[in-house]
């Protein structure tokens, strides 16, 4: 067809501008459309784009700030770290002045030595407490703030006065536990010499629970809402804002205890330049003294530093989404005009689905006039539905032609896709006994007597038209009101290529043909009198057991010769004997499984099929069949007829290399029974089993 079809069609006049507004600010018409889901796209194309450039930028401003903060805090630790070494040396020299003041006489006169000391009191401004001791670390005399006395303690067991001693000069301890003050205390000493030799050693004592030295120093920062807090050279707290941490190990300091580990690990370097350490949450900084070998320790919480980043983060990123917001609604009146024809090609469209012919569709709606991909798309529609209108009316009178043939088609036909019934013939609903609409849609499970049956279909139907055959097959379909009727169905594919495209069937009612042939089959296998098997359908029953694998073994056969009944025959009539023939047919089938195989083989010979039956078990069988057949009183004109059997018993053998050797085996010990006596079971060995007389 000619693409060009419409080219000469005069356009229908456009609505007016007042409406095509009120189209465009309908909210109603941008649920679920084009416009509301380009327009969430850009929003979330901004917000993604701006969030993810915001979070970069605070990422980057946050690792700034922090790696800042650690500097100056750094910065901090060190001039802290500095003015306690300044400080340190203030006070070892107010000790060494002491120490050289003191007249060596005096260390032995008890009385000169605590008026030398009341006179220097001012040393109480630096120190809460100065003693003097001895070289062998007696406490001479003390002074504090209650007074000049003699504690008469020994400190001799001090390392700082040990050092103090040998290396004959001045130490700083460690804190301690003082036996003077009777708190935690730092020591600071200094030797008295005389000539090379220590006579003597002063003492300064710093209490740490009043933080006179350290007050400015350590504690926490009401800034940041960091900690301050200073150790000696092996960690242990000198000066905390909590006393109950004092002399305890640094690690007992939640804040800085990741820190302190690491700093052990390094093996506790005197940090002369500050450094820094790692501490989730805070922002660690430690500087260190070399004279006193203290550290100063600063932790400060990132929370708190990155606090206002965070707040300007959120402050920009609500601004950024106001942005976006105002950007998108500025992109959905945008794009709110530039999809008019696209709305105009969709109320087209649906114009179109909902039927009507050209004409009518032409009038009511204009096709949108436009450049770019609309227009191209509206042109290309305009052609597919010219092309439709062809194909509607073409398709309309083949399916016309189809169901006329169908119609007069004296099988029942359907066609199928996918399992499912998409055309069916009158004669097919009358068939089944469902109107067209009951079928038509519904799986084709619906007309199949059985769920098995419909399962072993499809494998059938596959393999023929794989061979490019086509199908034919015989099953029991189901009538609407529950009856079961036999059925030829025949099937081609559509197409050959494709089964998808679907199937077109053939069915047949061919219910009195299987009967008849069924009744056929019957008569060729079973004796018309007796209604048991014939000789034919026994030996072919047999042969199946013979056939079967060895697993299906043992199986056995038992063959019955009736006694005195010819008798009968020549005393009551044919007629008697036809009904004791029967009686035993009746009698046998009573006495043995319904798995098991009865058959009149001529005249009165009968026989018994036992399968998975030993020689032993079918022994006992016999006998049971003896006895029926011997309990057997049949009223007749007057009489009462009976009968006696002879019976022989074969197992099935290896060495049996047919049917009519096996049989003929039982027949021998048949016989065997008869002339022993009759009345009895014999097994194919000769040996009697039993016997009536």
Known sequence: MDADLFANDAPAAPPPRWQRWRDVLRPARWLGTLKLRLAAGVLLALLTGMGWAAWQMGQVAERELLAQAQWREQQEAQRIGAVVGQRLA??????AALATAIDPAAIDDARRLQAFLGSQSMLLAMFHMVNVADAEGRVLVSIDESGVRQPGVSIADREHFRRAVSERRAQVSGPLHGRVAGEPVVALVHPVLVGERVVAVVGGLLRLSRHELLADLAGVTADTGGIVVITDDVGRIV?????????????????????????QRQGRPLQREAGGWLQPGYVVAMAGDARSGWHVWRAVPQAELVEPLAAGRNQAMQLAAVVASVLTGLMVAFLGWQLRPLRQLEQRAQRLLVGGNAATTQAEDAWPET????????????????????????????????????????????FTRRGRFELVSEEFCRQIGRAEHELVGQPTQLVFASNEDHLALRPQVLAAFARGEPYVGEWQLLRADG???????????IDPDNLDAGAIWSASDISDQVQARQHLERAA??????????????????????????????????????????????SAGHAAGDAVLVAVAQAIGAAVRTSDVVGRLGGDEFAVLLPRCSLAQAVVVAEKVRKAIQAIALPWQGRVLGVGASLGVAELGDSHAGVAQWLADADAACYAAKRGGRDAVREATLRLVKSGA
């Open 90 to 95: 203030e006070l070892q020299r107010a000790l």
């Open 239 to 263: 000066a905390h804002p909590q006393p109950a941490l004092l002399m305890r190990p640094l690690a007992d300091e939640p804040r800085l205890a990741a820190a302190y580990a690491q700093w």
């Open 371 to 414: 450049d770019g991909e609309i227009g191209r798309l509206a042109r290309t529609l305009r052609h597919v539905w010219a092309e439709r209108e062809q194909a509607e009316s073409f398709n309309a009178g083949v399916l016309a032609k189809l169901r006329s043939v169908m119609a007069a088609s004296p099988v029942g036909l359907g």
């Open 483 to 493: 009856q079961v009727y036999w059925a030829q169905l025949r099937a081609r594919p």
């Open 525 to 570: 296998l079973h004796d018309a009198l007796t209604g048991v098997a014939n000789r034919k359908g026994f030996e072919e029953a047999a042969a199946r057991v013979l056939a079967a694998p060895a697993t299906q073994r043992p199986a056995s056969v038992v063959m019955i010769d009736l006694d005195h009944f010819k008798p009968i025959n020549d």
